[in-house]
């Protein structure tokens, strides 16, 4: 599916660029020292002098990339020219950041004609793969593959104009499977697509169709909006726009983890705290599990439906601090301060948020992050999606162990709507150090919240 396609194709994209900054620099040494082809006579220089470099290369020309927006998908984009002038300014730039490092780490004998054709090479190269990548994604999308589904609400003519341009532009991957329309029945076609209900059947339609992106407001289903604007009164406070052929597209939510390279850099920021505090910490899991076990009879590990990214569902993990009871009340009842089917020691590792620890292994799955919104069980996510606005926005990132409601006490039994509204504010506004933040203040908090129990 084109959700799952597009981060699996935006990690080959830099491994693609790895290989060919890499390769542009072997070229470069290779005609410089290996051939005469240039005149510039037979001195050999040594290659592991001249490509060490590479260690600083790559990771700086990806960073830079990543910033000018090389790695956000070009779906919209007919032509490569913006993409061929911002790999041009991120070639100056990443070949300006390389001599500079080599005049700070006093590599002065580093060859300039060799440097000067790294830069030409990479910069073709680069144009080059990407034009090959456009045009096979192009051929791919015209042959049906990697689709975006897209439901219209409304068929007045500005509906009308928006489907019969997706029809004309193949290349750009999108396939409308239908309208909502108050005026016309389901036997009705608009351009030849269907009539799939009234905008009062959203949900339904939403619920069981596979859609990626509607015309419309829609969050209460989780699924990202965007608005075909005719009156600027559709204008949000922060507009992220994109163009499909001279029509504009306004996001109404912009959210940073959408972009893979963000997921990338929070998935190592998780791994790199994860792994060594599992191990770290080795000692205190085994204990832990010891003492639940001697607390009393039942399982170490607690396990529990909840729902994560994209609404899907998963088992998280804790360490178990109540007595055995029916699965079934246990679905629909939250834990309480004087909770009596909690044990002494269960008290004490909760108020600790000891319990939370076997989450690392859910980290370790991918099923959640070390910092996001917490991830509640389905029955309570069906009951707030019809009570809070704007709930289901929260699963659009991976939920978390910690996160910004939490940090601002938001936990526990306490106001659903506050904790949403934080929720919120982290998802549109994440970034590294936003995470780095929290996740120093959860430590430096952990055994006074007063919510923890």
Known sequence: MIRENQRI???????IDFSVITLALILAWYIRFATNLLGFGSDV???????????????????IYYLLGLYTPQRTKKTITSEALKIIQANCVGLFFLITMLFVLELTDYSRYMLAMFGIFSTVLSISERFVIRKLLQFLRSRRYNIKYILVVGTGELARKFSELIIRNEYLGFDIMGFLDENHSKADLINGFK??????DLEDVLSHNLVDRVVETCEKCGVRAEIVPSYYIYMPTKPHLDVIEGMPL??????????????????????LLVVPAIVILSPLLIL??????????????????????????????????????????????????DDPRKTRFGS??????????PQFFNILKGEMS????????????????????????????????????????????????????????????????????????????????????
């Open 9 to 15: 194709f935006n990690m080959a994209l830099v491994v």
């Open 45 to 63: 220089g040594g290659f592991y002098h001249y490509t060490l470099p590479i260690i600083l290369i790559l990771p700086s020309y990806i960073i």
């Open 195 to 200: 009539i799939l209900g009234t905008v009062g």
């Open 250 to 271: 306004i996001k109404i939510r912009h959210i940073p983890l959408d972009n893979s390279f963000n997921k990338f850099v929070k998935r190592c920021f998780d791994l």
């Open 288 to 337: 832990v599990a010891i003492l639940v076990k001697l607390s009393s009879p039942g399982p170490v590990i607690f396990k529990q439906e909840r729902l994560g990214l994209d609404k899907k569902s998963f088992q998280m993990y804790k360490f178990r601090s109540m007595r055995i009871q029916d699965e079934g009340a246990e679905k629909h009842h939250w834990t309480t301060e």
């Open 348 to 357: 004490f590792i909760r108020r600790t948020s000891i319990d939370e620890l």
């Open 370 to 453: 070390l910092i996001g919104p917490r991830p509640e069980r389905p029955h309570f996510v069906e009951r707030f999606k019809e009570e809070i606005p704007k709930y289901m926005v929260k699963h659009h990132v991976h939920p978390g162990m910690t996160g910004w409601a939490q940090l601002n006490g938001y936990r526990g039994n306490t106001s659903i709507k506050k904790r949403i509204e934080h929720d919120i504010f982290y998802v549109e506004n994440w970034s590294l150090l936003l995470d780095v933040k929290i996740f120093f203040r959860t430590l430096i908090n952990l055994f006074r919240d007063e919510n923890a129990y």
